[in-house]
């Protein structure tokens, strides 16, 4: 059974306004399958094969010419060539939808884009699964434990595999594989140890000294493959919000993971039921609301509109939503059990915000819906309540 995705309507309609249509996102996030859904009619053509890419590369007019209605074309920044001439070719026709792009890395695709495209293109950035499309087909896992562990790449729904195998298998196929081609890793144990410890501090401010200390790496290359790791969607940092409230602020961005499968095998974690008991299934809680909320966004291809607020002295708001006139503060407890003193943060920063905020969330590992003063309650399985307006 197919699982319907959101980003499908948003896909449709930019293709009625713009001639290019640019689907980034992680390998395996299901970009080849939506492109295809989306335009049946189109031909799907793989730059990841060396023979079309060769061709493409020699001759990109007489490539181009082969399509003249427009083509899928996939991992589109394996070849930069053909974006001037892309260009040249949607200029004269004047149709939209013309042209599919796809790419799994940010780094080639956005900058053909913005050198040869710009204006031309509608973006959307795909991620693995949301837990509402999941929902939607009946296949969310039941326990909060399960979907951390098992994360939401599309193959681990689609196919009977076993997680552990198929996200190491990801790991070496993928992701060294880009890595390589990104930049020069004489040392690949080195980047695993490296990916790993980043798997290890998702959640929390990124420090990059640390990092490199404990890898045995420059703070240049740690900062060098961070860039990388965000450019290949596998992990991304949150800004701290500017609103100061006359306190002063962290200026660091926070690290995470896009995927909690992923982070989860990075950590060691054998399966479900360990989460219950380990260390990080608090970080591993916070990321997988995150990367809700930013599923939320990126398939309306919105951009993320997510911050974190927290003082020098160590107040906190996990997430703030700055949607422009009202800041929506959001905080995340991986308990079953609601405490008084998960709305200690909020309170607080409720009483400095005054009237710019807005409405405020308590997101949490259990099943109950309430309305308190300081905030809704809402459970882990209602987040995309949330995600799918903010």
């Known amino acids: 059974m197919m699982i319907a995705r959101k980003a499908l309507t948003t896909i449709l309609e930019l293709a009625k306004g713009y001639p290019f249509i640019a689907l980034t996102g992680p390998r395996q996030a299901g970009k080849t399958t939506l492109s295809r859904m989306a335009f049946p009619d189109k031909p799907y053509v793989s730059l990841e094969d060396p023979d079309t890419r060769e061709f493409a590369a020699s001759d990109p007019r007489r490539f181009l010419a082969r399509y003249p209605d427009g083509a899928i074309l996939d991992e589109a920044q394996r070849s930069p060539e053909l974006f001037s001439y892309l260009q040249t070719r949607a200029d004269i026709d004047g149709r939209m939808g013309l042209y599919i792009l796809t790419g799994s890395q940010q780094f080639g695709l956005l900058s053909g884009i913005t050198q040869s495209l710009s204006g031309r293109v509608g973006m959307v950035q795909l991620l693995p699964f949301s837990s509402g499309e999941l929902q939607e ?6 326990t909060l434990d399960a979907i951390l562990y098992k994360g939401s790449y599309p193959p681990l729904y689609d196919r009977k595999l076993i997680p552990a195998q198929w996200y190491a298998g990801y ?79 962290v200026k660091t961005p926070k690290l995470y993971f896009y995927d909690t499968g992923l982070a989860a095998w990075l950590l060691g974690v054998q399966s479900a039921d360990q989460l219950a008991i380990h260390p990080q299934r608090g970080a591993l809680f916070e990321t997988w609301v995150m990367g809700e909320l930013l599923k939320g966004r990126y398939n309306r291809s919105l951009p993320s509109n997510l911050f974190f607020w927290r003082d020098n002295t160590g ?3 996990d997430i703030i939503v700055d949607q422009g006139l009202k800041l929506i503060p959001i905080e995340i407890k991986s308990g079953q059990t609601i405490n008084a003193d998960y709305f200690s943060g909020l309170r607080k920063w409720l009483s400095w915000a005054g009237d710019e905020a807005g409405n405020s ?10 309305e308190r003063r300081d905030g809704k309650v809402v459970p882990w399985r209602n987040v995309k309540g949330i995600a799918e307006v903010l």
């Not at 087909?137 to 039941?142: F, M, R, V």
């Not at 081609?181 to 004489?186: D, F, M, S, W, Y």
């Not at 290949?232 to 800004?239: G, Q, R, T």
């Not at 969330?361 to 309430?370: H, R, V």
């Open 137 to 142: 087909a009946g296949k969310l896992p039941e």
């Open 171 to 249: 790991v070496t196929t993928y992701l060294e594989r880009d890595m390589r081609q990104l930049t020069n890793i004489r040392d690949l144990a080195v980047f695993q140890r490296f990916i790993r410890l980043c798997a290890g501090r998702t959640g929390q401010l990124l420090n990059l000294s640390s990092l490199a200390n404990d890898c045995g790496i420059t703070h240049n290359t740690a900062r060098a493959w961070i860039s990388i790791l965000e450019a290949s969607y596998i992990l991304f940092l949150l800004p701290p919000h500017h609103r100061n409230f006359n306190k002063r602020l």
């Open 315 to 317: 107040n906190e708001v």
């Open 361 to 370: 969330y308590l997101i949490y590992g259990g099943e109950e819906s309430q």
